[in-house]
């Protein structure tokens, strides 16, 4: 359904994941809302610089440079801006009241149901525009041994040309990061190890891939506990976990 107020809405979405992007911006173009996207804090700073006309902006926590914290401390500090609410995008569970007394107006997390990501927009457009459309946040609580979520999936992109297309952009995206995860993995440098891991949950997320995401945490787990003896079997369990993820995509779509 689309928002009776869609045409007067925009939206500022601060993400560097492409996959992530992509997903966004389909399930927010679904709503009828206009997105303006930003792949770093500066780069969102920098925009609004220019243009704060903004119903609610969307960021994520995890940005290279100035990550989403600070640059929200920022756009709260701003007069032209501190009044856009800011809803933090984030993969991992947390309670309301941190992210308010982290200033932000609200969160969503990743692994969501499109309406209740459209509840955390809604929920602050209502203020502005005087409406608000009903809606409910998923019940639905995966298995952490599943691979994927078809159902979930379904629901959301019911044409199987759409979830081939979102489908193809995960495995771009998700390639790329275990290629850089090797890498790091092959010099033990935490900090990229612990970034690749970051942007490997939030996509995984999305995509409801649950199986892949526990063997990710799983791996974070090992490397911010600095044990190396866990790691080497963490990491060969994320390698296995994407592997089934892949084998039991391409058993139900032609990619």
């Not at 389909?26 to 770093?40: D, F, H, K, N, P």
């Not at 290629?179 to 790091?184: E, S, W």
């Not at 090992?222 to 296995?240: F, G, I, P, Y």
């Given at each position: 359904m689309v928002s009776p107020v869609a045409d007067d809405i925009r939206i500022m979405l601060v993400e560097d994941v492409d996959f992530n992007l992509e997903i966004l911006t389909?399930?927010?173009?679904?709503?009828?809302?206009?997105?303006?996207?930003?792949?770093?804090g500066e780069a969102?700073?920098?925009?609004?610089?220019?243009d704060a006309e903004f119903q609610v902006i969307l960021m994520d926590i995890g940005l290279p440079g100035i990550d989403g914290l600070e640059a929200t401390r920022r756009i709260k500090k701003d007069p032209t801006t501190h009044a856009i609410p800011v809803i933090a995008l984030t993969a991992e569970p947390a309670s309301e009241r941190d992210f308010l007394?982290?200033?932000?107006d609200g969160y969503a997390e990743k692994n969501f149901d499109p309406d209740q990501l459209f509840a955390a927009i809604e929920k602050h457009l209502a203020r502005d525009c005087g409406s608000r459309h009903k809606s409910t946040p998923s019940s639905t609580d995966p298995a952490h041994h599943i691979d994927l979520d078809?159902?979930?999936l379904l629901?959301?992109?019911?044409?199987e040309e759409a979830l081939c297309r979102i489908a193809r952009a995960f495995f771009a995206d998700t390639d790329k990061e275990l290629?850089?995860?090797?890498?790091?993995m092959a010099k033990f440098d935490q900090e990229k190890i612990l970034a690749c891991c970051h942007n490997l949950k939030g996509t995984s997320a999305i995509f409801t891939a649950q199986k892949l995401?526990?063997?990710?945490?799983?791996?974070?787990?090992?490397?911010?506990?600095?044990?190396?003896?866990?790691?080497?079997?963490?990491?060969?369990?994320?390698?296995?976990?994407?592997?089934?993820?892949c084998a039991t995509v391409s058993c139900r779509l032609t990619l």
């Open positions: 389909s399930i927010l173009a679904e709503r009828g809302w206009q997105t303006v996207t930003a792949t770093s969102a700073l920098d925009i609004l610089a220019h007394a982290a200033g932000f078809f159902e979930t629901a959301t992109y019911p044409s290629a850089l995860l090797t890498t790091a995401i526990t063997a990710v945490k799983d791996l974070e787990s090992c490397v911010r506990k600095k044990n190396k003896n866990k790691v080497e079997s963490a990491w060969h369990n994320v390698l296995a976990a994407h592997e089934s993820l």
